[in-house]
Structure formats: structure tokens, C-alpha cells
């Protein structure tokens, strides 16, 4: 199976021998097998991990159990804890986009920021069958009847050549542990229900399916380049690209042959939906101004340009806070941090100010919002207590309780922004350092 997965990235190009990999790692049978194969076939890797908070305690030990396997390869480890459901409720789209959305996003900022080449997936054959059978039933472009590409810019796909029963087979031969996903067996979602029930019905018609619909993948990829090389030749006429945002110049667009799919495939790479491009398409006669958004851009209509700018998806997961650093600053809220010496302190114990032991934090400290199965300690208690039920008690009103930030020191909550600390790390009489930081209204 090894040379299976490296025959696949020399022939497909999909990185060199020595590039840094990024592996996005869920803890699951495939991304742990992705770390496996990356580590037996000598890649310089590292492992990025996603706590979308769906799951609760479930959540909370798949992060525990990538970061072991991260410290198993003794390779670096990324994680990141998002507000998916909050995410999902604004932008009005399901929890699975708003996780793409967040994840994806958050996997390019960690690979810019670290120096990594690609990142890498542990999408199969499978996924592929189940891709393409999912993308006819909601409606498609040619795009979606190719399956998952091997690459697609900084994202690749080492495992595509496997099917389920190889990464089976190598995990029996490899005695390799992974966490099941029982969500995964659920047909309440999408892809399951394809995966459990159609699937199987398809395969009583063509016991083939997956390797025939490969077939049609690739088939259909090569007339995909065709369109993509029209596509091309009007993006280099079209499109310019400035470092805080893009510009798409309409006018080389005016005599284009189908210009909604034209505009689909120009901003596709900035997640919008062929029923929003068709939208936009009837407004370009319009005023200026008109603005349209996707879940990760926004694109405004300005005279006889289009301006596509990233949204700040930054709320919805989580500010690093560095040892020694005096303020954060961002659009929802202001902290001030300022170090004493605890004989020179005096205590101040309003909820907007949190006085802690210096010496119990583990930096870089977090600060991001709450999320169910989240637990303190609340000030003058010994005892644990939910956030979810620490809130219901404070009679936060619900259209408030999204809106609470919590302060963590590794995987521990140290306050929950301007309503309670945590016992565990309040100013003692043995305290000799105090790190006060002050919620600024």
C-alpha cells in the first residue's frame, strides 16, 4: 500500500521528498492512517486538529488523542477550537459548511504561518464515489463530477488511489488504535446516507461502482480542462489580485460564452454558490454597492469591477495571547494585561477584572468563545460546574450566552470574560507573581 500512495504523488506531482506537510488529523481510522503512512514513508510532517465543540466530551477526547498521536511521532502539533454552531446559525448554512469553512480557512493561516508546503488530506476512493453521487443529487457543474482532485492548489490528497478495505487491511497489518466517530454511522447527514443506503443499492446494479465512476472522474477531468484553460485566458484579463483584496474588471467579462459559469469557476475559490453567482449575475446592471457574501468572503459591486475581500472568521475560533503581551485588541472585544509583584497588588474582585497567579499559567493563553461541554471552577467553589449551567444560573439572556468568551491555559478555562474566575487560579497568599487582566468596556 505504501508504494501504492508514492507511485500516486510522483505521478500526480503532488509534492517532493523533502516538502513540509501539514496533515489535517480528526483522529479517525483514515487521518490516523495518513499519519502512519506519512511517517513510514519518511515525509517531514506535522498534525493539525480541528475541536469544532459538536460532539462535547466526545470532542474533547478526540483533541486529547491526536495530540498523543502528535507527540507518538514527535512531530509539532496545531489545534483549534471553533464555535461552529454560532457560525452556522449567522451564516445561515449547515454545521458540515460551517466546519469546511472554519477548518479550511484556519488550515491555510497555520501552513502560511509555519512554513508548511501543502497540506494533506486523508480523503480516499471512497469519498470519491460518494463525492460525485452527492454533488448530482443537490446539482452540479462539470467541477463537481470529477470527484476530489488529487491537488488543488496547497491542498493534496496522498490516499485517493485506497479504497476503505486498503486503509482496513493496513490497519489490522499496522495494529493501528483510531477513535470511531459513531456520527459517522448516522444517517441523518448527507454523505452518510449515500454511504449507507444508495451506495449499496447502486452497487447491486454495478458491482464496479467506485472504479467505474473513477473512470467517469477522470473522463470528465479532461474536459474539465478545457473549460479551465478558457477560464484562464479571461482570469489573466480579469482578475487582479492586491494583498487585502481581489478585483475582477467586468469588462473583458462583457462578450464571455456563459457568463454565470464563467463567474462561478473565477469565484469559486472564495466559496460562493452558483445560486449566488446567478444573483449576482442579474444585479451587475444595478447601482454600485450591492453586496454579496459568502461564507468566507464578501464581494462588492463597485462601478464596473467586482471586490472580493476575506471575512474576519477570527471570532468564531480563537486570539493567542503571548507571554509579556499588554493588550488585545480586536473589533468585539479589548483586554489590558499588566504584570505585578504580588506584596504590591491590590486585589480587585469586580467581574470585569481578572487577578490571577502568573505562576499557574501555561503561555500562550487563549481567549475564545464558550462552547458546550466547556467546565470551570467558579471562584469560591471546589467543585466543577458547566458553563452552559454557570450561565442559566447568571440569567444570561440567550441571545447574549453566544456572545461569552472564555480565557484557557492549555486545556484549562482560567475566566470566563467579565462574569466569574476560576478558583484554581486565583491570587493565594502563596501567590508571588499576579497577571491582572482587565476586560475594557
Known amino acids: ?18 516538502s513540509r506537510l501539514l496533515a489535517t488529523v480528526s483522529g479517525g481510522i483514515d487521518s490516523v492512517v495518513l499519519c502512519e503512512v506519512l511517517h513510514q514513508l519518511k515525509f517531514d510532517f506535522a498534525i493539525a486538529h480541528c475541536n469544532f465543540g459538536l460532539r462535547a466530551e466526545d470532542s474533547e477526547a478526540d483533541q486529547v488523542f491526536v495530540k498523543k498521536l502528535a507527540k507518538k511521532y514527535n512531530v509539532p502539533f496545531f489545534t483549534e477550537n471553533f464555535s461552529t454552531t454560532a457560525f452556522a446559525e449567522q451564516e445561515h448554512i449547515s454545521t458540515q459548511m460551517a466546519a469546511r469553512a472554519l477548518r479550511y480557512a484556519w488550515f491555510e493561516q497555520v501552513r502560511q504561518q509555519e512554513g508548511y508546503d501543502y497540506i494533506a488530506t486523508a480523503h480516499h476512493s471512497n469519498d470519491t464515489t460518494e463525492t460525485i453521487l452527492l ?31 486498503d486503509i482496513y487491511d493496513f490497519v489490522t497489518t499496522n495494529h493501528i488504535i483510531w477513535r ?3 456520527s459517522n454511522l448516522s444517517t441523518k447527514y448527507q454523505r452518510n446516507k449515500i454511504r449507507h443506503d444508495v451506495i449499496p443499492a447502486l452497487k447491486e446494479i454495478n458491482p464496479n461502482l467506485e472504479e467505474t465512476l473513477q473512470q467517469t472522474a477522470e473522463r470528465v477531468s479532461h474536459a474539465e480542462a478545457i473549460v479551465a484553460a478558457y477560464i484562464a485566458n479571461l482570469e489573466q484579463q480579469a482578475v487582479r489580485q492586491e494583498e487585502k483584496a481581489v478585483f475582477i474588471d467586468l469588462i473583458p467579462l462583457q462578450e464571455a460564452t456563459g457568463l454565470p459559469v464563467v463567474l ?15 444573483e449576482l449575475t442579474r444585479a451587475l446592471d444595478g447601482l454600485s454597492g450591492k453586496q454579496f457574501d459568502s461564507p468566507t468572503h464578501t464581494l462588492v459591486k463597485d462601478r464596473e469591477q467586482l471586490v472580493v475581500t476575506p471575512r474576519n472568521l477570527s471570532s468564531f475560533g480563537s486570539i493567542q495571547i503571548a507571554e509579556g503581551q499588554q493588550e488585545v485588541q480586536e473589533p468585539h472585544v479589548r483586554l489590558t494585561l499588566t504584570e505585578f509583584e504580588a506584596g504590591s ?9 481578572a487577578a490571577l497567579d502568573a505562576d499557574l499559567l501555561k503561555f500562550p493563553l487563549k481567549l475564545r468563545p464558550w462552547q458546550e461541554g466547556d467546565w470551570f471552577v467558579p471562584l469560591g ?35 470566563v470574560v467579565g462574569q466569574r474566575l476560576d478558583n484554581r487560579f486565583k491570587v493565594t497568599e502563596k501567590t508571588q507573581r499576579v497577571l491582572e487582566i482587565r476586560l475594557v468596556k
Open 1 to 18: 500500500m505504501l508504494q501504492k500512495v508514492l507511485g500516486f504523488i510522483q505521478s500526480h506531482a503532488l509534492c517532493q521528498p523533502d
Open 264 to 278: 462561478h469557476e473565477l469565484l469559486k475559490p472564495y466559496n460562493f454558490s452558483y445560486t449566488m453567482v446567478l
Open 180 to 182: 470511531e466517530d459513531s
Open 135 to 165: 454533488h448530482l443529487t443537490k446539482g452540479t457543474g462539470i467541477a463537481g463530477l470529477h470527484g476530489i482532485p488529487p491537488k488543488n492548489g496547497r491542498i493534496i490528497r496522498p490516499m485517493l488511489p485506497l479504497t476503505k478495505d
Open 381 to 415: 467553589m471546589n467543585g466543577k460546574k458547566k458553563i452552559s449551567d454557570f450561565l442559566v444560573d447568571r440569567k444570561v439572556p440567550a441571545n447574549l450566552k453566544q456572545q461569552v468568551l472564555v480565557l484557557t491555559s492549555e486545556q484549562s478555562i482560567v475566566w
Open 345 to 353: 497588588y491590590k486585589l480587585n474582585t469586580k467581574p470585569h477584572v
